[in-house]
Structure formats: structure tokens, C-alpha cells
């Protein structure tokens, strides 16, 4: 009881801090907000609320079925209204993130607070909150999604239209999907995700007619060819096929065998919060088109490779000791890059994707062969 309430008066002291300083400070504020991402999904959504092309705002570059998720903060009265409902979305999205893939892989009290750490000091974190991105919405699609597939499988694959909202991000994840279903039989799975992939068609098409055709212009007219992108795939292609933008798909095209591989060897016993979190991590080391604010989506995978590399141990070797501070050095160095507000365009990012991809696969080879998430639970979020 007494440590329930010191959290409640915790939560409180950090509420009106956070409180203060937006007054405090709300000039600023407000100067700042018109460089984040999510003043362009207030302008969307004002736009889809008057029945205007929301493509038309610069940066929205997500397909039809995601303007649903932007329409919300059209009723805000301006953009900083926009941007702090945004945000206040965003950080409700993490803390129930944190406490769901809690309840998956945390067995021992006594690593919350590495657990906690490990997950709010993760770089792609502050990258998000600081670009206003919308990494945190698929975030809780995918926890979401792990968390409820067995107990509550339409709900699960309702869940899955939030990740959705960028499809290209996650390519093995959806390959796996589609194999899981057809396999397994997971037509209530895949029933919630079309039911909810419809109403968001609709209401998009609703707010705005002729959404697919403004994307279809969008898409041919945005000029991502000549763009650099910092990502694997990205570097690769400037450094050996600078002029040939479908070299960029090479790592993409080479991850799908493996992907197919992957989940015919594994199918039978197949595990989303363990097979699953494998072709996310794989999926965003390859992919063509992402940014460090993206990243964000492994953080289910992160977690779940420090809990292997720390559950259980009573103590840690000295060469395990090591290696977690050089990767603890790696991504402090992360966090004073997006800190210091180098621009996430810059090619000083392209390497965040292997890091974590190492860290993931570093994680699985260090756990004991019993080191598997929990059984599915659906115990209230407290």
C-alpha cells in the first residue's frame, strides 16, 4: 500500500513538473512544435475533417488506411493543441507497452528496474518523442497484437492494423503472418485484422473520396528515388549503386528467402514473442525505407534479449560484463546524437538497425535453452 501510494504521489510530482515547464516555457514551445512530424498529421487532419486531400501536407506519406489515426487531432483548435495530444498519445502508447512486454518476459522483480531502464533509455525512444513521429502507434499494434493472439485472437488481429500504417517497415513480420494463418487456421485472427482494415478504409474514404488516387499521385510524384535514406540498404546503395534506386531492395530481396526459410523450419512450433520478434528485427535491417524514429517497433525485441541475457543469473561473466557496456556505450552514443539534433536524415544514423539486430541475436545466443517468453496471460493492466 505504501509503495502503491508513493508511486501515485511520484506520478503526480512528474505531472506537474512536466505541467510547469509547458507553461513556463509555452512561447518556445510552440516555436519548437512547427518542426515536429506531428504538425503535419494535425494539418492531415484537419484536412480530412473539411473533406480536403490530406496528401496534400507535406510528409504524409502513409497509405489510406492509416488516416484514421491523424483525424483526431484535427479537432484541435492549433497545432500545438495538436502536437500535445499527439504526444500525450505517444507516451500513453510506451508506458502500456513497457507494462504488457513486462507481463511477457519479465519473470524476476528484481530486474524491473533494469527492464525499465533498458526500455526508456532505448535511443529510438527519445528519437520518436522527440520528432513527434509515429513510432508508438505500431508499437502497441505489435505488443498488442503478442500480448492478446491467444486469448483474445480478434482483437489481436484488429490490434495489427496500427502497424500496418507503414506495411513496408515490418515485411517478414507480415510474410510470417500470412503463412501463420494459412497454416494454423487463424481465421479470427485474421478476421479482426480485415474488419478493422475495412472501417479505416472506409472512414478515410469517407473524410476523403478520392484518398487512393491522391496517394497513388503522391507516391509517384514524391521523389523517394533521389532521396537517402539512413538505413543498411540506403548506405549500400550510395556507396556502390549510387544511381540505381532498385539496388536498394537487394538486402529486402535476399532477407525474403531467408524469411521463407525461416518460417517453414520453425512453423510448427511458431512463437510470436519469440519467432515473431526475430523476423521484425530482420525486417528492419533490411529494409529500404526507414528512419531511426521507426525503430521503435523492436523494442519488444530488445527487452526480450535482456531479460535472456539477465534472467537467472546469479552472476554475470566478466566478458558478458563487457560486452553489455560497449553496447550500453553504443546506444548512449545514440542518445547524444539525437539529442544534440543532428538531423535523422543524416547518414550517422544508418548503423542504429545493426546494432540492434546484433544486441537481439547477442541476447539469444547468451540465454539458456529454457529462456522462452511466459505463456499468454490477459491479466488486467494495472
Known sequence: MRNRLLKLLLGAALTAAVAYVLVAHIDKVRANVVQRDSVQYWFAGEHLIHRVNPYEVER??????????FLPLGLATDAFWGWL????????????????CWKMFGNDDKLRSVFLMVGYLFAPVLACLEAGQIGFVLLI?????MFYETERPFLAGAALILPFAKPHLLVFFWLA??????ARKKFAVVGGFITALAVATIVALICDPSA?????DLASASGVGG???PTVSGVLRLIFFRQHFEAQFIPLLLGLIWCVWFCIKNMSEWSWRDHGLTTMVVSVLTTPYGWLTDEVVLLP??????????????????TTRLVLVFFAFLNWTMLLLVASQIPLQSGIYFWSSLLWCAWYFY????????????????????
Do not use: D, N
Open 60 to 69: 504524409i506519406r502513409t497509405p489510406p488506411w492509416s488516416l484514421f489515426l
Open 85 to 100: 495530444l499527439w504526444i500525450a498519445a505517444s507516451v500513453a502508447s510506451m508506458i502500456v507497452a513497457m507494462r504488457l
Open 141 to 145: 499494434g505489435i505488443v498488442l497484437f
Open 177 to 182: 503472418f500470412f503463412f501463420w494463418v494459412a
Open 212 to 216: 487512393f488516387q491522391h496517394y497513388r
Open 227 to 229: 532521396e537517402f535514406i
Open 301 to 318: 525485441a530488445i527487452l526480450f534479449a535482456a531479460m535472456c541475457i539477465l534472467r537467472g543469473k546469479q552472476q554475470i561473466p566478466v
Open 363 to 382: 541476447g539469444r545466443h547468451r540465454s539458456s535453452a529454457g529462456c522462452k517468453a511466459q505463456p499468454a496471460q490477459v491479466p488486467a493492466v494495472s
